[in-house]
């Protein structure tokens, strides 16, 4: 069966890659472009919606998507539990529909959430470095804001006490941001797609966890996965993790 595809952002940098992508993949048609100013009514008659646009736009689109039963994938970082709550709700009216939000569809991104999670309870020290390009309007990115929590949560659940720190004198900014009591430090960089380091220290030892999305082609095959997968996952499905089954 072919699923139909609607693209809303489908003038910006994800939006782009993503059109492409549908039009490109076996068993995908697409079937509208939407961006700002545009009324999405039925979004063309899709099956699944693909929605990569703005912090302050998305919840709208998303609420919009599943009141219409069509299922949606999202890219758009600014999520948080209240506006998902909010999914959640809309959700419970149109039981047959999925949403998938993911702060970040490329693997290796995944894989450095994951195995961040899985070395947390080993250290002491752990600070989250996130890299992007300059045009990037929100700050720290969502893959930084999922990392530090899933780090936070590891280190709850295994009793590691607070990073150790003298430094009692700092200018603003100088030690980050504090994410669930992890630093997040945020570089813009023109060269730069999007890049994670995550750092742990310990005693004479430091690991250090690096991902680097040097193209936005990084994304597309967990974009596509996620439009094949959401048909079959009703309700809210928070991270690719779940799709991919890690
Ligand atoms: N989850 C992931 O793997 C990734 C997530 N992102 C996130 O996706 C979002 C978009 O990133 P980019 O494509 O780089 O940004 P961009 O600024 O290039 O594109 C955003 C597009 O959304 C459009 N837009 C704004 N308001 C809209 C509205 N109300 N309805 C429809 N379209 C609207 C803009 O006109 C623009 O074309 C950001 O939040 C970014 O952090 C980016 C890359 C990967
Ligand atoms: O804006 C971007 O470019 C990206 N945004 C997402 C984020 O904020 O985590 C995903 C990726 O880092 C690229």
Redesign the pocket.
Known sequence: MTLRVAV?????????QVVEAVERADGLELAGR?????D?GDLGGADVAV????????L??VLHCVEQGVHAV?????WTDESMSQVRAALAVQPKVGVLI?????IG?VLTMRFAAQAARFYESVEVIELH?P????AP???AIRTAEVIAEARRSAAVPPAPDATTSALDGARGAQVDGVPVHAVRLRGLV?HEEVLFGSPGETLTIRHD?YD?AS?MP??LAGVRGVVDRPGLTVG?EEILDL
């Open positions: 809303i952002g489908a003038a910006g940098r994800m939006g782009q939407f961006d700002v100013g545009d999405l929605e990569f646009t703005v912090p302050g736009a998305t709208a689109n999202v890219g758009t970082t600014g993911a702060p970040n569809f490329a991104a390009h045009d990037k309007v929100d990115s969502g893959t999007a999305s936005r994304f967990g974009v690719l």
